[in-house]
């Protein structure tokens, strides 16, 4: 209860501290441009004076935030990455050179590369066919929500959940995991599933392809509500049956949202952490990039050196990503 409070708190702070904070920048941009004065010219330069920098007032907590908590740390690692590991003494590329010939590195790129080809694709597959099928039921909204519910999850969270999924017990002992459960009424024998090695990998995923695919459906289904009716009805006088609609003219109309879509979980992929640290901690051959920067950022002793360096493979991977995704956003919002 101590906690609930206490969070409340935070919240009523930081509500009211903005309110009063946007109320009281207008408040000193009034009386420094007043408009409210006898010259009239005098009182319109006052105007877009003051319209020239509330724009600035209302982002520059944002702008601030993220140069503190966002560019600071980026350039800092940057910085870290050629150090050695207690930042103190110039090591140059050693920390790259290190990465090269590390062998849970080598392990690590290739769990994320087994990460962004199965992911990301069966997120977006799951996520357009079910938003496909619910435009065209009744309870298509509850069905929706439901599938979205796991959004509303912390990936710990969903971690927890999928534990009681895979969880073994001696083979002598009543299996309470769902998916050993299911394998014994089958004839099977159980298995410790996530430290099968290979398999596991796609034990983990399967919880962020469960996670993101409510997010896939939400953004695929608005975009298939967009799509003009005349082509659909077009197609259908001229023969088409359901597959070829949906293949041949909803599709490549909506191509663009699937594109922002698979980046925008391509991105989450490349940061993945949560998951693997609470369902394995890289134990097993699951060992990603995220989590390798933890470990030698924050155990062994600390290397912030060998830490920063693959945080900085990290951003190189996602940096580009991230601006493709942004160009093609763009692109969709202009209708290009």
Do not use: C, H
């Not at 309870?139 to 895979?166: D, E, Q, T």
């Amino acid at each position: 209860m101590e906690q609930i409070l206490y969070a409340l708190l935070t919240i009523v702070i930081g509500v009211v501290g903005a309110i009063g904070f946007f109320w009281g920048a207008n408040v000193i941009l009034d009386l420094i441009f007043p408009s409210r004065i006898p010259d009239p010219i005098k009182a319109s330069q006052n105007l877009r004076r003051a319209s020239l920098v509330r724009p600035w007032i209302f982002l520059g907590p944002a702008l601030l935030s993220l140069t503190v908590y966002l560019v600071y740390p980026l350039i800092s690692s940057i910085g870290y990455s050629f150090y050695d590991r207690g930042g103190e003494n110039f090591v140059g590329l050693a920390n790259y050179r290190w990465m090269l010939q590390d062998a849970a590195f080598r392990e690590s790129i290739f769990n994320n590369i087994l990460w962004l080809i199965v992911v990301p694709a069966a997120a977006t597959f799951f996520g357009l066919i079910i938003a496909a099928l619910t435009d065209r039921i009744w309870w298509g909204n509850i069905a929706k929500s439901l599938i979205f519910m796991p959004m509303a999850i912390s990936f710990v969270g969903a971690s927890v959940i999928w534990k009681f999924v895979y969880d073994y017990r001696d083979a002598n002992a009543e299996q309470i995991g769902i998916l050993n459960a299911i394998v014994i009424f089958l004839g099977g024998d159980p298995q410790i599933w996530i430290t099968i090695p290979f398999w596991n990998n796609f034990f983990l995923m399967v919880i962020l392809i469960w996670i993101q695919t409510g997010f896939a459906m939400v953004l695929l289904s608005a975009a298939l509500r967009g799509i003009p009716e005349e082509t659909v009805e077009a197609a259908v006088i001229d023969g088409a049956n359901p597959f070829q609609i949906f293949m041949k003219i909803k599709v490549p109309q909506i191509w663009g949202t699937i594109a922002v879509v698979w980046t925008t979980i391509t991105i989450l992929v490349l940061k993945v952490f949560d998951i693997v640290l609470a369902m394995t901690n890289g134990q097993w051959n699951t060992q990603v990039l995220a989590n390798l920067m933890f470990d030698w950022m924050f155990r062994g002793g600390g290397d912030f050196g060998k830490g920063a360096a693959i945080a900085v493979v990290i951003m190189i991977m996602v940096v580009p990503i991230m601006i493709w995704n942004i160009r093609n956003a763009r692109r969709e919002m202009e209708g290009r």
